[in-house]
């Protein structure tokens, strides 16, 4: 009423007019709170806020029937942890608009056709069993459900096509039957059976004699690179499609009966069994494109059982689908809600039927799970990290199960994958800096009498590497007791070769002091230069002019020199490269300047390995170095004692991803290009005959566009050629590197097997695992030069792995 006084004071009813317009914005903007909301803490009932909420939209269809089934398609395939809720509302909108349930369940078909053509394989696992779940809301037909299940389980017999497409339609109809099993068993049982022995012949798991007439066999080569331990004891590490089958199997015995599912629409039988049903349109799975992206393989993690909760609800078993199902709705809620950890954590916490699970193991093993996926987790690592943080704060006891869990990973680190192990140290020490690095060293006290390269004293000293980054060096030396010293890393300090009293009777001893005057006294680069000339090269013959480019000691003088003057700070050393950095591309012309540049800096900086990835970053960047040189230097004689280190692989990994962006960034400005020349020449053709002037200056331009065309051509092929080289140098190194330990160790009858192979066969595994996408590029030249069939199996074998996780 206020409303309305306050537009008629206002000439020509102005304000009138604006409310008018912002309206049906905010009612939009309501109704898509109320249905995002809906399952939310309330004070009434689940089942009275849906009835509520089913009333207010069935009375908003006639104006805004475009914007309900756009949000309640949206919800089904980004909220996929609340799935039974919104089933249940589109259930009682069909029961009240037989209309409008036939348009949502075509809109999300339309949907779903989108979301495989663009690759969104997750996304569109949650659409089809929003759709099998409709069935137990009477919205959705039974036989035409199991009419799509039958055509996703035809894509088995495609032939040509990849075994990681014909899991995924396998896997996505498993994934329905927790939820549909049970009302499409009761009215299609034979196509039923029917359709789960055609998977079972599919999966070759007891039918191999029969499958093996009617499927190709299914290839299981992957699964070795993909476990995140090699024992099988405690827990076997299985491959997920064998994993669901047994659950689903499981089901199956126990009729279909499961007690986790919420079935909000169980309240409301008596008014969906009478609403009339919808059959599906027909839907055909989408041809295979050479392009389709599907998701890699996995294997599900496994930490806990029932014997580590041993107080409280019983945990269910590893085949028991109830397992599956709390599983996949956790995942879910950290799916939605991983941007923000509060809302994450708070979430987890509140799951519907808690107190019937030992819901604090399943969500360590679920958020430890997804941490430790290969080839790489669905979040960023850090991630993991604070929501686990936030968990801690959330509950009192501060979760013992993480401590519980810490412990089990440190026992099992013998057999535990040495990419885990790496974000294993990462979680633990970022986790450690946020409780005053409080822990119990004591009970590992058992890593002080192994060998130093063995698992458990490497990771102990790795996490306290990594804990100095996060603190500083005394505070590690008094939280770790004194016995632990060993372990302890070195005091970060600058390592000056011509800065004490042995350094002077050094060759280049006398040119440090005076580079060391002139950088303070502000001197020129060409002065500098000029200096630097008349350094000796203990490479070259007074009477030889060739080797002019580099001068091992011309390098040695002046980085030392520079980076002991800019010792103080990352910044400081950072500014320095900059300022000379003419100079270290005039020294750096030869590779043996890179790899020698590279050299000095490991020399002075030993005993801090943050700064010597942030400096070899900074070069990379700069161009003073280039990733070829990295490599090749990371895997030198040089840096053997050092080659099991985790700041190796992590500058080794970044200098690999930057050589990627570089590719990316250029492909991408050639695309640009192309698409502009498009545009103009299909402006060209519309424009029909304008005047000449503006014919020529459009010519002109597209003359320009096509040369930046060709010469961005020649950058990207340059840059994949650079790319390719860059993996070509890394491979051959491994295989040189792995061949010499297994010819060693057939010669002298020594066991293969030891701390140094595990980890270096590892991280061969770990590099084909991280950068799939781009290696996939270069398979046919690695085959062909590097992985051939005479190479040695247990190399092959890694290599064989990783082309079986495309298949």
Same mark, same amino acid.
């Given at each position: 009423?206020?409303?309305?006084?306050?537009?008629?004071?206002?000439?020509?009813?102005?304000?009138?007019?604006?409310r008018?317009?912002?309206?049906?914005?905010?009612?939009?903007?309501?109704?898509?709170?109320?249905?995002?909301?809906v399952? %939310? &803490?309330?004070?009434?009932?689940?089942e009275?806020? @849906?009835?509520?909420?089913? /009333?207010? +939209?069935?009375?908003? =269809? $006639?104006?805004?029937?475009?914007?309900?089934?756009?949000?309640?398609?949206?919800?089904?395939?980004?909220?996929?942890?609340?799935?039974?809720?919104?089933?249940t509302?589109v259930?009682?909108?069909n029961?009240?608009?037989?209309?409008?349930?036939?348009?949502f369940?075509?809109?999300?078909?339309?949907q779903?056709?989108?979301?495989?053509?663009?690759?969104?394989?997750?996304?569109?696992?949650y659409?089809?069993?929003?759709?099998?779940?409709?069935?137990?809301?009477?919205?959705?037909?039974?036989?035409?459900?199991?009419?799509?299940?039958?055509?996703?389980?035809?894509?088995?017999?495609?032939?040509?096509?990849?075994?990681?497409?014909?899991?995924?339609?396998?896997y996505?109809?498993?994934?329905?039957l927790?939820?549909?099993?049970?009302?499409?068993? %009761? &009215?299609k049982?034979?196509?039923?059976?029917?359709? @789960?022995?055609?998977?079972? /012949?599919? +999966?070759?798991?007891? =039918? $191999?004699?029969?499958?093996?007439?009617?499927?190709?066999?299914?290839?299981?080569?992957?699964?070795?690179?993909?476990?995140?331990w090699?024992?099988?004891?405690?827990?076997?590490?299985e491959?997920?499609?064998?994993?669901?089958?047994?659950?689903?199997?499981?089901l199956?015995?126990?009729?279909?009966?499961?007690?986790?599912i919420l079935?909000?629409?169980?309240?409301?039988?008596?008014?969906?069994?009478?609403?009339?049903?919808h059959?599906?349109?027909?839907?055909?799975?989408?041809?295979?494109m050479?392009?389709?992206?599907?998701?890699?393989?996995?294997?599900?993690f496994?930490?806990?059982?029932?014997?580590?909760?041993?107080?409280?609800?019983?945990?269910?078993?590893?085949h028991?689908?109830?397992?599956?199902?709390?599983?996949?709705?956790?995942?879910?809620?950290?799916?939605?809600?991983?941007?923000?950890?509060?809302?994450?954590?708070?979430?987890? +916490?509140?799951y519907?039927?808690?107190?019937?699970?030992?819901?604090?193991?399943?969500?360590?093993?679920?958020?430890?799970?997804?941490?430790?996926?290969l080839p790489?987790?669905?979040?960023?690592?850090?991630?993991?990290?604070?929501?686990?943080?936030?968990?801690?704060?959330?509950?009192?006891?501060?979760?013992?199960?993480?401590?519980?869990?810490t412990?089990m990973?440190?026992?099992?680190?013998d057999?535990?994958?040495?990419?885990?192990?790496?974000?294993?140290i990462?979680?633990?020490?970022?986790?450690?800096?946020?409780?005053?690095?409080r822990?119990?060293?004591?009970?590992w006290?058992?890593c002080?009498?192994?060998?130093?390269e063995?698992?458990?004293?490497?990771?102990?000293?790795?996490?306290?590497?990594?804990?100095?980054?996060l603190?500083?060096h005394?505070?590690?030396?008094?939280?770790?007791?004194?016995?632990?010293?060993?372990?302890i890393?070195?005091?970060?300090?600058?390592?000056?070769?011509?800065?004490d009293?042995?350094?002077?009777?050094?060759p280049?001893y006398?040119?440090?002091?005076?580079?060391?005057?002139?950088?303070?006294?502000?001197?020129?680069?060409?002065?500098?230069?000029?200096?630097?000339?008349?350094?000796?090269?203990?490479?070259q013959?007074?009477?030889?002019?060739?080797?002019?480019?580099?001068?091992?000691?011309?390098?040695?003088?002046?980085?030392?020199?520079?980076?002991h003057?800019?010792?103080?700070?990352?910044?400081?050393?950072f500014?320095?490269?900059?300022?000379?950095?003419?100079?270290?591309?005039?020294?750096?012309?030869?590779?043996?300047?890179?790899?020698?540049?590279?050299?000095?800096?490991?020399?002075?900086?030993?005993n801090?390995?943050?700064?010597?990835?942030?400096?070899?970053?900074?070069?990379?960047?700069?161009?003073?170095?280039?990733?070829?040189?990295?490599?090749?230097?990371?895997?030198?004689?040089?840096?053997?004692?050092?080659?099991?280190?985790?700041?190796?692989?992590?500058?080794?990994?970044?200098?690999?991803?930057?050589?990627?962006?570089?590719?990316q960034k250029?492909?991408?400005?050639?695309?640009?290009?192309k698409?502009?020349?498009?545009?103009?020449?299909h402006?060209?053709?519309?424009?029909?005959?304008?005047?000449d002037?503006?014919?020529?200056?459009e010519?002109?331009?597209?003359?320009?566009?096509?040369?930046?065309?060709?010469?961005?051509?020649?950058k990207?092929?340059?840059?994949?050629?650079?790319?390719?080289?860059?993996?070509?140098?890394?491979?051959?190194?491994?295989?040189?590197?792995?061949?010499?330990?297994?010819v060693?160790?057939?010669?002298?009858?020594?066991?293969?097997?030891?701390p140094w192979?595990?980890?270096c066969?590892?991280?061969?595994?770990?590099?084909?695992?991280?950068?799939h996408?781009?290696?996939?590029?270069y398979?046919g030249?690695?085959?062909?030069?590097?992985?051939?069939?005479?190479?040695?199996?247990?190399?092959l074998?890694?290599?064989?792995?990783?082309?079986?996780?495309?298949l």
């Amino acid at each position: 009423m206020s409303r309305r006084r306050h537009s008629d004071e206002n000439d020509g009813g102005q304000a009138h007019k604006r409310r008018r317009t912002s309206e049906p914005i905010e009612i939009e903007d309501r109704l898509e709170s109320l249905i995002c909301r809906v399952g %939310e &803490k309330s004070t009434s009932s689940l089942e009275s806020n @849906l009835e509520g909420l089913a /009333g207010v +939209l069935e009375a908003d =269809l $006639p104006n805004y029937k475009n914007k309900i089934l756009r949000i309640l398609c949206a919800v089904a395939r980004l909220l996929p942890e609340k799935l039974t809720v919104y089933t249940t509302l589109v259930g009682l909108l069909n029961a009240r608009n037989y209309n409008f349930g036939g348009e949502f369940v075509e809109a999300m078909i339309r949907q779903l056709k989108e979301t495989l053509k663009n690759n969104l394989y997750n996304e569109a696992v949650y659409l089809v069993r929003f759709l099998s779940d409709l069935v137990n809301c009477h919205v959705i037909a039974a036989p035409s459900m199991v009419v799509m299940f039958e055509n996703f389980v035809s894509v088995t017999q495609e032939e040509d096509v990849p075994q990681v497409r014909s899991d995924w339609f396998v896997y996505v109809v498993l994934s329905c039957l927790p939820w549909v099993g049970k009302e499409l068993y %009761e &009215k299609k049982d034979v196509e039923m059976d029917r359709l @789960l022995s055609q998977i079972e /012949g599919y +999966l070759n798991l007891t =039918l $191999p004699h029969l499958a093996l007439h009617i499927f190709r066999r299914r290839v299981k080569t992957h699964v070795p690179m993909l476990q995140v331990w090699t024992a099988e004891k405690p827990h076997p590490q299985e491959e997920y499609l064998d994993c669901l089958w047994a659950q689903i199997q499981k089901l199956k015995k126990d009729r279909w009966q499961e007690r986790h599912i919420l079935r909000p629409y169980i309240a409301f039988d008596s008014v969906l069994c009478e609403a009339l049903q919808h059959n599906l349109p027909p839907f055909t799975p989408p041809g295979h494109m050479p392009d389709a992206q599907y998701p890699i393989p996995r294997v599900i993690f496994r930490m806990f059982d029932y014997t580590d909760a041993p107080e409280g609800p019983v945990m269910p078993g590893s085949h028991s689908v109830e397992r599956f199902v709390i599983e996949e709705n956790l995942h879910c809620i950290i799916k939605t809600h991983w941007k923000e950890r509060k809302t994450c954590a708070a979430q987890l +916490l509140s799951y519907p039927g808690k107190n019937k699970i030992p819901l604090n193991y399943h969500i360590v093993e679920v958020i430890f799970g997804e941490l430790f996926q290969l080839p790489l987790p669905p979040h960023i690592d850090v991630m993991y990290t604070t929501l686990l943080i936030e968990l801690c704060k959330l509950q009192p006891g501060s979760l013992p199960q993480l401590a519980q869990a810490t412990e089990m990973l440190y026992m099992r680190l013998d057999t535990m994958n040495t990419t885990c192990i790496d974000r294993f140290i990462n979680w633990f020490s970022h986790h450690l800096s946020n409780f005053q690095f409080r822990w119990s060293w004591d009970d590992w006290a058992d890593c002080l009498t192994l060998d130093l390269e063995k698992p458990k004293p490497k990771f102990v000293k790795e996490v306290l590497e990594k804990s100095m980054r996060l603190s500083y060096h005394q505070r590690i030396v008094d939280i770790v007791p004194p016995t632990f010293s060993a372990l302890i890393p070195a005091e970060p300090i600058f390592s000056f070769k011509y800065g004490d009293e042995s350094g002077t009777s050094l060759p280049g001893y006398p040119v440090s002091i005076t580079v060391s005057n002139a950088i303070k006294n502000r001197a020129s680069n060409e002065e500098i230069l000029a200096i630097l000339k008349e350094v000796p090269n203990p490479n070259q013959e007074d009477d030889d002019d060739e080797g002019e480019s580099f001068n091992p000691l011309k390098i040695d003088v002046f980085l030392q020199t520079l980076l002991h003057l800019a010792a103080k700070s990352f910044s400081h050393s950072f500014s320095a490269l900059g300022k000379f950095h003419e100079i270290l591309k005039n020294l750096t012309e030869s590779d043996d300047g890179k790899l020698h540049i590279l050299k000095v800096i490991y020399e002075v900086w030993r005993n801090h390995p943050q700064m010597i990835a942030v400096l070899v970053d900074k070069m990379i960047r700069t161009q003073i170095v280039d990733c070829a040189a990295v490599a090749n230097w990371l895997f030198s004689q040089d840096m053997a004692h050092e080659f099991t280190r985790l700041f190796i692989w992590e500058i080794l990994h970044s200098t690999i991803r930057k050589m990627n962006k570089h590719v990316q960034k250029i492909q991408k400005e050639l695309e640009e290009a192309k698409d502009k020349l498009e545009k103009q020449q299909h402006k060209k053709r519309d424009s029909g005959d304008d005047e000449d002037m503006e014919k020529n200056s459009e010519e002109d331009e597209e003359g320009q566009l096509e040369e930046q065309i060709e010469k961005l051509q020649e950058k990207v092929e340059s840059a994949q050629s650079e790319q390719k080289n860059l993996f070509l140098v890394i491979f051959q190194r491994f295989i040189m590197l792995l061949t010499e330990h297994l010819v060693r160790c057939e010669t002298g009858s020594v066991d293969i097997s030891t701390p140094w192979y595990k980890n270096c066969i590892e991280r061969l595994q770990q590099v084909f695992l991280m950068h799939h996408g781009t290696i996939q590029q270069y398979m046919g030249t690695l085959e062909n030069l590097l992985f051939t069939a005479e190479l040695d199996h247990h190399i092959l074998a890694v290599y064989q792995q990783f082309c079986a996780l495309q298949l």
